[in-house]
């Protein structure tokens, strides 16, 4: 009798164990294909090796359709694509959350519907003090063609003050790549 409730035991624990890593696996897998104006973006996030992987697959580019595979810190939250420098081909958007909640942005841009290339997207201390208050919780949204990002801004004791703040970046030419580039900041009630 308790060989038999220790082997049930085992069994239940096993079926548990292997759920709950079942769950935690598709959890981490995310795939999405975008397009717009003939041009597809595949993208793919999953785990290989105990590390964080992400594939990006164009197709419909006339010189160079990319399949680029790289690591990356963080898991991909969404993936949208617009057209941010209104020039007629679409720009990747690929919105990432780092394992305490801090959000960032993998960005790409076509080039002329030639090719694609990597848009620098900058950390929010190289902007003065748009980090003061910052613990994560981003959310990225598309409007009139510039990128909104919006996050909870906290007190000194880790407390949310009940305010967000709103920065909106638009894409711009660079010296040697595409850069998004805050264009407006502004302070709003987490409640509007």
Same mark, same amino acid.
């Given at each position: ?5 220790? =082997?049930?035991?085992?069994?239940? =624990? ?19 294909? %975008?397009?717009?104006? $003939? ?8 785990? %290989? ?74 950390? =929010?201390? =190289? ?5 003061? $208050? ?27 003050? $009940? ?30």
């Amino acid at each position: 009798m308790k060989s038999t409730i220790l =082997l049930f035991s085992f069994i239940l =624990l096993a079926s548990f164990l292997s759920t709950s890593i079942a769950q935690n696996k598709s959890e981490e897998f995310f795939i999405k294909t %975008e397009d717009m104006e $003939g041009i597809s973006f595949e993208v793919q996030a999953y785990i %290989e090796d105990d590390q964080r992987m992400i594939q990006i697959k164009s197709n419909g580019l006339s010189a160079v359709n990319e399949n680029a595979t790289f690591s990356i810190d963080g898991k991909v939250i969404s993936a949208e694509v617009a057209d941010l420098n209104s020039d007629g081909y679409p720009e990747l958007l690929i919105f990432l959350s780092s394992e305490n909640n801090c959000g960032d942005v993998l960005a790409y841009s076509v080039n002329n519907g030639k090719s694609m290339s990597q848009v620098y997207f900058p950390s =929010l201390d =190289l902007h003065g003090n748009l980090d003061d $208050g910052y613990e994560g919780c981003d959310s990225y949204k598309i409007v009139n063609n510039t990128l909104q990002r919006e996050f909870p801004i906290y007190n000194s004791n880790h407390h949310t003050t $009940g305010q967000l703040r709103q920065i909106e970046y638009t894409l711009v030419d660079g010296e040697a790549s595409r850069h998004l580039i805050v264009k407006r900041v502004a302070i709003i009630s987490e409640w509007q």
